[in-house]
Each structure stands twice: as structure tokens, then as C-alpha cells.
């Protein structure tokens, strides 16, 4: 089922991908239009330009970046557009501020809106987050920080072959969107610098990410509320936190999480983070996740392997002492393979007024210091199949 799923995929990208490649009516070179490729000049109103161009067009059309660094202060692109086949090509390099309070009123750096049919393949994204990082470190008082992409309420997107390097935070966000495939992306942060997500997923339905590879300071790829029908495969994750379904639970009225799969992927170096986890927040609400399936996964010397926390409090503020509301089903574990640089190789922490269940574990081999790990479960009900090291210790 798997393979036939990730064979249907790759046949569907590609078709797209061609079909788009063979379609298209207008190109719009940004140097044509009047970019300087040194890196210093903002190309923003270029870029909006072109898009403009592209947008009220009732053909195909492409937006190309040569080959060169362009520097962007920000920008958004906003739709709905005339056409559903607009290409962002990059064969350079879209580069940010280094300074830190050129962006800091600002939430995104470069923001696709209410488009219908969008592609963005090739080149880099450099968001110059290394200062903003070193300020945040010192504990002095600093902007938050911008998102390099955000992709809001958008159908039928495309990303192809895309680096994002050094994110001011989150790396590429996908919020409120249906259909959206993403193919070799590859994202690179410092392994310490401080919420910068690889890919962010929530509000959004029939989302692919396969064959990336992800290293960062936070979640690889995090998982938000209102997400559904989520496939990641062949995702390499390392330096980062893991691939995370949460923090769900922060409202009392909030979107569920359903019919998520993680496979043929592999943690490593991730020895401050997590393998694979779910985490609510410890207090009231009506969220939930369920139907999550984690399959064929390496662990390489990572600190929480497999685990699930419906305890999480950040500083203790807004929810000591309450349980959380979030309810946590149908969740299986297979073949999933490797060493824990902890003892405790599965953590099952749930809710005591939501105790997760049928839960799944099948084929699970964990070690700890060339031992067995163990696990460690507190209103955790399943089943075990197969050979299960640690030992299952659910209800």
C-alpha cells in the first residue's frame, strides 16, 4: 500500500510538473524587468512587478531568478490570479537583511496568498537569521523574527528542489492550503538556533513532503491543528526536535489532527530533540489526534525516540495542575529500528482524564548503551505484535 501510494505521487508530480513545463505562455526575467543581482539592492518591487505581470495573465506563466544573489526586503504575492499555473524558477539566490529589526515588524518574509496553482522549484531562500539568533541567545530583548515562506490559503501548490538556509524562525509554513507537494527540499539551521521549524504544516488538507532532508534548531517538519491526510516519506531529519504532531490543546475550541503518516525515514544527530512525538498542552480542550501511522524508521542516537506528552507546560504558566483535554487514538508504531541516547526509549505521558488509545506497537527494537531500552507508559492502553524491545508496558 505504501509503495503504491509514493509510486502514484512521484507519477502525479511528474505529470504536473510536465504538463506545467509544456504549458507555459510568458516568462518574466527579474533582471530583464530591472533586478541588480548584488545582493544589496531590493528586488522587492521587482518581484512584485513581475508577479503582478504574471498574475493578470490568462496563460501559463513563469517568474524567473538568474543565477546571482538578490536581496528582498519582503514581499507578498497575492492572488486570486487570471491563471492556476504560476512558476516561481530560481536558479540564484533570494537573500534577506542581516540586520534584525528590518524585519521585525514583520511576521513573513516572502508570503504567497489566495492563489490557485502555484509552483516554486529550484534555487535558495537564505534568511539571514544568524544575527537575530545571537541576540535571542544572549537573553538581551529581540524581535521575533520572520518566516522565510508562508503559503496561506492556497490550493494545488508545487515545491520543487527549494533550500531554505539560516531562518529567522520557521522555515517554510503551510497554512490553510489543499493539495501541496513538496519534493527535495532541503532546509539547513544551526543545530541551537531557536524556533525555526523546518516545514510547518496546520488548516491544511492532502499535503506530500517526501525526500528532504532537514536540519534545524527546532521540529523538522511540526504539525498543527485542523491538518489532515499528511504523508511524509524518506525524510532525513537531523539536526532538529523530530517530526512533532502538536503543541495541540493550546485553545479549548481547536481543529483536530487526523490521518497522519510518517515512513522509510531517519532521525539522526537529533540527541537534544525527539524521533517521533505527539504533544498537547496540559489543560482543557476538544482537540484530538488520531489515525497517525509512524513506519520503517531509523533512529541514530536520539534523546526521546518515540513519545507522546499530554503533559507539556512551558515554564509552568497557564496550565499547572490541569489535564489535558486532547484525546490521542489509533496511533501505530512499526518497524522502527536504532539507538536512544536516553534510557527511556518510548515515553507514553497522557492525559489521566484522556488516556490514549490503541495505541500499536509492532517490530520495535530500541537500544540504549548497547542494552535494551526501556519504556515507560502512564494512561497509555494498546497492543503489542511482533518482537517489542523495550518491552511494551501498555495497558
Known sequence: MALLRSLHVFLSLLLLFFNHALAVGFTFNIVSLGAKSDGKIDVSSVLQTAWAKACDSSKPTTIYVPKGIFYVRSVSFNGPCKNNAITLLIDGTLVASSNIQVLARTKFWLEFNHINGLSIVGGVIDGQGTALWDCKRSGKSCPNGARSLQINDTKNVNIW????????????VVDGCQNVHMTGVSVSSAGDSPNT????????????????????????????????????????C???????????????????VHNVTVISSTFTGTQNGNGVRIKSWGRPSNGFATKVHFQRIIMDNVKNPIIIDENYCPHHKNCPGQA?????????????????ATEIAINFDCSPINHCTRLSLKDIKLTYENQIAQASCKNA???????VEPSSCLA
Not at 163 to 170: A, E, K, L, R, V
Not at 239 to 254: A, D, F, V
Request: proline fraction near 2%.
Open 161 to 172: 528542489g527549494l533550500s531554505s538556509i539560516n531562518s529567522q524562525m520557521f522555515n517554510i
Open 381 to 387: 492502553d494498546g497492543i503489542a505484535s511482533g518482537v
Open 324 to 340: 489535558s483535554g486532547v484525546k490521542v487514538s489509533d496511533v501505530t508504531y512499526e518497524d522502527i529500528k536504532g539507538t536512544s
Open 197 to 236: 521549524d523546518g516545514i510547518h504544516v496546520q488548516q491544511s488538507s492532502n499535503v506530500t513532503i517526501l525526500n528532504s532532508n532537514i536540519g534545524t534548531g527546532d521540529d523538522c517538519i511540526s504539525i498543527g491543528p485542523g491538518t489532515s491526510n499528511l504523508w511524509m516519506e524518506n525524510i532525513t
Open 238 to 256: 537531523g539536526p532538529g526536535h523530530g517530526i512533532s504532531i502538536g503543541s495541540l490543546g493550546k485553545r479549548t475550541e481547536e481543529d483536530g
